[in-house]
């Protein structure tokens, strides 16, 4: 801490703070993404069995065929023939590949953030050890001329007592 920088230092306990609140975020993300593609599987399959009963038998049945689709795995062991189905499964499928790509995208902007303040903690912990480096030079260069001075005051005092 500089005298320009009143601010003080971080410590240890708000790091630990901040990188288990960054854990709940993401489990409470994960789990909030798993449970809408459950849901949306779920509700695709109770759709599907009502919009094509004649291929979906049972809702479980559509729900197994919902959660391939949304997924994006796709067996195509089951397929919907309807006009109806087809349109439940196109938006079945699109929402699939959206979550994938948001997933995805949020995964790697958790990467990069982490990245990045992984680096910004390195280079201020450098900033730091350099900054006291410099400091204890300057306590060195400061005992030094002290010294300097003393030797130089003592020879004047010789140099001028009379009789030398």
């Given amino acids: 801490m500089t005298p ?16 288990v609140q960054r854990i709940i975020n993401a489990r409470s993300v994960t789990v909030g993404l798993a449970a809408t593609f459950v849901g949306v599987a779920f ?33 195509g062991d089951v397929v919907p ?7 439940v499964g196109s938006v079945e ?11 995805t995208a949020g995964v790697t902007s958790a990467l990069i953030q982490r990245s990045e303040a992984e ?3 390195a280079e201020r912990e450098r900033s ?4 006291q480096a410099i400091l204890n030079e300057l306590g060195q260069a400061r005992t ?21």
Avoid: C
Wanted: proline letters at 5%; a neutral charge.
């Fill in 43 to 75: 509700v695709g399959g109770i759709v599907i069995r009502f919009t094509d009963p004649h291929n979906f038998t049972s809702v479980g049945l559509g729900v197994w065929w919902a959660l391939q689709t949304v997924t994006t795995v796709g067996y």
């Fill in 4 to 19: 320009s920088d009143p601010s003080p230092p971080r410590s240890r306990d708000s790091l630990i703070e901040r990188r």
């Fill in 128 to 131: 730091e050890r350099n900054t």
């Fill in 93 to 103: 499928m699109v929402i699939g590949v959206a979550f994938i790509a948001f997933v």
């Fill in 81 to 87: 023939t309807t006009v109806a189905g087809r349109i």
């Fill in 144 to 164: 030094a001329l002290a010294e300097l001075s003393e030797r130089l005051d003592s020879i004047d005092a010789k140099l001028a007592r009379p009789g030398r």
């Fill in 119 to 121: 680096v910004e903690e």
